[in-house]
């Protein structure tokens, strides 16, 4: 599982079990013995891609992201600890059911910022908005973690029906809106905003997101690969925001961004 989780690029059957045979000197029946375990488990699964079959992580039972984050299909039983907040997001289309690096840091980000930012928030009104919700897995944990309200938005129309779905799985139809508005149509500022986009968006956006950012509020930016970070976070700390945290997983890299 961790050469799985670790590998930058996804792996066949074949080259997996030939990496379990060198890695600890089992012979291939004993590796074949491993991998069909981990699949008879739901651990592993195969997906099927441009003519090739890869062995990745489940995502069809209970994953823990983070330190708080449990994400979970529906229907699947979990006996959360404490402080766990368990979210329920069914498989779709819409990008963010947490098999992506960058789901998984800005879920990570959302976190660190909720619990070791700006906890203060957790007791008073708090805002997010999530641009380019996809299945509205961030927009989702934000509210889970104690966040009052939130605004998600897309312009594919696949994934704003699916974060809908997801939000009601979630019974946060009261203060979770899910909408195809544009940036230009938002005219209110936020406590926090999300976006997990790609690294050009990201540096486009940042006039709208500083505007659409509270004063002493909170960022996460994720997609952007690691050869990116410094020159984007060097564009948001230039003026107006001052970075808090910086993770990356398989050269992809995600920032907690906190407002001046």
């Given at each position: 599982?961790?050469?799985?989780?670790?590998?930058?690029?996804?792996?066949?059957?074949?080259?997996?079990?030939?990496?379990?045979?060198?890695?600890?000197?089992?012979?291939?029946?004993?590796?074949?013995?491993?991998?069909?375990?981990?699949?008879?488990?739901?651990?592993?699964?195969?997906?099927?891609?441009?003519?090739?079959?890869?062995?990745?992580?489940?995502?069809?039972?209970?994953?823990?992201?983070?330190?708080?984050?449990?994400?979970?299909?529906?229907g699947r039983g979990y006996p959360p600890a404490p402080d766990d907040v368990v979210i329920q997001i069914k498989p779709g289309a819409a990008f963010g059911g947490g098999r992506h690096p960058t789901t998984r840091l800005?879920?990570?980000?959302?976190?660190?910022?909720?619990?070791?930012?700006?906890?203060?928030?957790?007791?008073?009104?708090?805002?997010?908005?999530?641009?380019?919700?996809?299945?509205?897995?961030?927009a989702i944990a934000a509210l889970c973690l104690g966040v009052e309200r939130g605004l998600a938005i897309d312009i594919d129309p696949c994934a704003i029906s699916e974060a809908a779905e997801n939000r009601a799985l979630n019974h946060l139809e009261g203060r979770l809106t899910v909408s195809d508005f544009r940036l230009d149509d938002i005219h209110s500022s936020f406590s926090m905003v999300i976006a997990n986009l790609r690294y050009p968006s990201l540096k486009n956006f940042y006039p709208l997101i500083t505007r659409l950012t509270d004063s002493?509020?909170?960022?996460?930016?994720?997609?952007?690969?690691?050869?990116?970070?410094?020159?984007?976070?060097?564009?948001?700390?230039?003026?107006?925001?001052?970075?808090?945290?910086?993770?990356?997983?398989?050269?992809?890299a995600a920032t907690v961004l906190k407002k001046k």
């Open positions: 599982m961790e050469r799985v989780a670790a590998s930058p690029v996804r792996l066949t059957p074949q080259v997996l079990e030939k990496t379990v045979c060198e890695t600890y000197g089992l012979n291939k029946a004993r590796a074949r013995e491993v991998l069909k375990k981990l699949l008879v488990n739901g651990q592993l699964e195969y997906i099927y891609e441009f003519g090739s079959t890869y062995l990745v992580r489940s995502f069809n039972q209970p994953v823990r992201i983070s330190a708080h984050v449990v994400v979970t299909p529906p800005s879920l990570k980000a959302i976190e660190f910022l909720l619990k070791k930012v700006r906890p203060d928030w957790l007791q008073r009104k708090c805002s997010v908005l999530d641009i380019g919700t996809g299945s509205g897995i961030l002493d509020g909170g960022v996460v930016l994720s997609g952007f690969r690691l050869h990116e970070r410094d020159d984007l976070i060097g564009l948001y700390t230039a003026r107006h925001f001052e970075a808090k945290w910086t993770a990356d997983e398989l050269d992809w």
